[in-house]
Nanobody, 119 residues
Framework: QVQLVESGGGLVQTGGSLRLSCGAS????????MGWYRQAPGKQRELVSA???????NYADSVKGRFTISRDNAKNTVYLQMNSLKPEDTAVYYC?????????????WGQGTQVTVSS
């Protein structure tokens, strides 16, 4: 069973930056895509950004231009660089690894890392 371990969360002021890391216990190329989700109190978990095996990326509209997803294949690690942080970015951020096939998919999740942006 794969393990995904997030790190890099913390408390930052509005306008600040953080970089989240997600280390995988196996090659990230074993996943069809990897991504970052977040869940704020009382809200549903939402997709923040994802990167496919082929390198295509996508972002939620709310983070476009501020967040950047990247990966280091040699380290089996995916990153989320978060700049110009806003209080509404406050949430628990989860790393996701998805394996997809024709009839379905399987998701693996990290334990989450808290990001708090103070106003």
């Amino acid at each position: 069973q794969v393990q995904l371990v997030e790190s890099g969360g913390g408390l930052v002021q509005t306008g600040g930056s953080l970089r989240l890391s997600c280390g995988a216990s196996r090659s990230i190329f074993s996943f069809s895509a990897m991504g970052w989700y977040r869940q704020a109190p009382g809200k549903q978990r939402e997709l923040v950004s994802a990167i496919t095996r082929g390198g295509s990326t996508n972002y939620a509209d709310s983070v476009k231009g501020r967040f950047t997803i990247s990966r280091d294949n040699a380290k089996n690690t995916v990153y989320l660089q978060m700049n110009s942080l806003k209080p509404e970015d406050t949430a628990v951020y989860y790393c996701n690894g998805q394996v997809s096939w024709v009839s379905g998919h399987f998701d693996s999740w990290g334990q989450g890392t808290q990001v708090t942006v103070s106003s």
